[in-house]
């Protein structure tokens, strides 16, 4: 490694064990959630199953918790579950990389990793306008440190046609028939966000293909880190919109995360699809990213925060985390996506109610709690607005509120009293199956993620109530019946790294 990359890392690693005490004492730090070991965490990067383990890569400045010139933070997992965070990966050491090494992906090529990145330069103020984005590798043989090749940058600059020469940025790399492919995040001329699609027999040499896909309608200026992957019948596009209007109950938040499905011709280099389809219906997911593992899995990670929301866990040194681990599969024309099951190795002594008749509002005396798991399936009965409040206070100034409305169909996520930090609503059209509703959720410190009638919706949102805030209500307009609840805290999962090099 060259010694400027070397140094920038050691420098990098002192300032983040010295806030790192900051973090660890901070009650809204993730308990089973990878977060950054201090300061600021943005989109998984390079995820992926090597050597027989998990990596996962990740947007990092390890000086400050705001954004800045990014480095790739790095952690690996035998199990998806526990989490063990491991040296900085890459730092901005190089003129082609010199303000960011901005988001991509990784790949195994002959027994080593490589990793694909986007290598950002401003050049001027205006962090709109002012910018060269080139595309890059480094290569590790261990899978823990990384070099810059010598040949970057491997994509010197955007094609011609109708393609933003600067916004061109993210790259995913797969094989498919001994052939490596990727796909970049850009924009026209005129600000329609695409994707672009390149060929490579060596991960060196790239062929610009084509314009994979391109917005219509209201579909954004910018489409950031994309991602394609076969998985059932389908390919699969996954990308990150940015400037999507709010639609009804849809795109609230300030960018999308979603999904197309159709077929990719890889000699036309385009993909013939369907329509947008959001990936999670709640606050907070970002910039997304699937890996294949041993078993054929499509494991999907995200960035579990939103660009330029409120995050209160910046006055403590630290800012961002990931969702937990999601295994997407499609049905009915739709992506379904369920925890992974190893989590339940998290899980410590459970408790469970069952067949329990709830009228008005009921705590649940013995359930209380702030990084837990918690299943429930409700029989609606006659009831037409029921739900359950997570995170409650004892006079109930502080909830967390998810409501079922069968006459609207729609479920709710209400953060507006959930504490300090970013308040709001979010809606998620959702059908019961046999007149129940099934809840899932993974409540950690300062986040929630529920999973409805097994993974058919997502919600997910960041929240930042007081320490004393851990009650349980379950609520119903007319009597519904808790067929079954059960409750599991989780371990504490994430291993620390602590550096010893001189
Ligand atoms: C998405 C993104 C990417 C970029 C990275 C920079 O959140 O804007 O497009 O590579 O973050 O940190």
Redesign the pocket.
Known sequence: MNDKHKNLIKLAHQSIEEARKSVEDNHWSMNFHMAPPSYWM??PNGFCYFNGEYHLFY?HHPFSPE?GP?YWGHAKSKDLSSWEHLPIALAPSENYDKD?C???SAIEKDGKLYLM??G?VWTGNNHDTDLL?VQCLAVSQDGIHFEKISENPVIEQAPEGDIHPFHF??PKVWKHEEVYYCVL?SRTKDHVGQVLLYRSLDLIKWDFINVAAKGEGNFGY?W??PDIFPLDDYDVLMM?P?GMKEEEYLYHNL?QSGYVLGKLDYEKGILEHGEFQLLDYGFDV??PQTAIDEEGRRIMIA?MAM?ESEMPEQSHKWAGAMTIPRVLTIEEGQIVSRPVPELKTLRQQGDSIGNKLILGEHRLQGFEGDSYELELVIDAKGANEFGIKLRVDEDQTEETVFTYNRSEGMFTFDRNKSGKGPKGVRRAPVNLVENKLHLHFFVDRSSIEVFINDGAKTMTGRIYPEKKSLGIMLFSDQEVEVTHLNKWNLNKSIKPYVCNEE
Do not use: L, V
């Open positions: 943005n989109d947007q954004w990014m960011g901005f988001s991509g990145y986007t950002n984005q940025r993210d995040g910018m950031e880190c990150s940015q960018h970002y910039a960035w660009w």
